[in-house]
Nanobody, 121 residues
């Protein structure tokens, strides 16, 4: 069973940047992603990366501001978040799946514990 451990969340003012990280053990050679959920709201798929080829996909709400990347040597996937907005505030979860289509989506089989991102106006 893959274990995912996120880090790097925190508080930032609107317009600022944060980078969150996820160490996967073992690292998925298939599909990794990020999902976020704010209190009282539905889960939202944010970004995904097809680990073998590096292909990425983003939700419309973050495209152009967020970048998902990976460092296979460190078994780590990153989410660089620039131009943060208050509506980006949420718990961010690292996710992975050994099967299925690698795309941005809210439902995944394997989840980390989450890291909180808070953006103040």
């Amino acid at each position: 069973q893959v274990q995912l451990v996120e880090s790097g969340g925190g508080s930032v003012q609107a317009g600022g940047s944060l980078r969150i990280s996820c160490v996967a053990s073992p690292y998925s050679e298939y599909c990794m992603g990020w999902v976020r959920q704010a209190p009282g709201q539905e889960r939202e798929g944010v970004a995904s990366i097809y680990a073998r080829a590096g292909q990425t996909e983003y939700a419309r709400s973050v495209k152009g501001r967020f970048t998902i990347s990976q460092d296979k040597a460190k078994s780590t996937v990153y989410l660089q978040m620039n131009g943060l907005r208050p509506e980006d505030s949420a718990m961010y979860y690292c996710v992975t799946d050994p099967v299925g289509i690698c795309k941005v989506r809210p439902d995944w089989n394997i989840w980390g514990q989450g890291t909180q991102v808070t953006v103040s106006p």
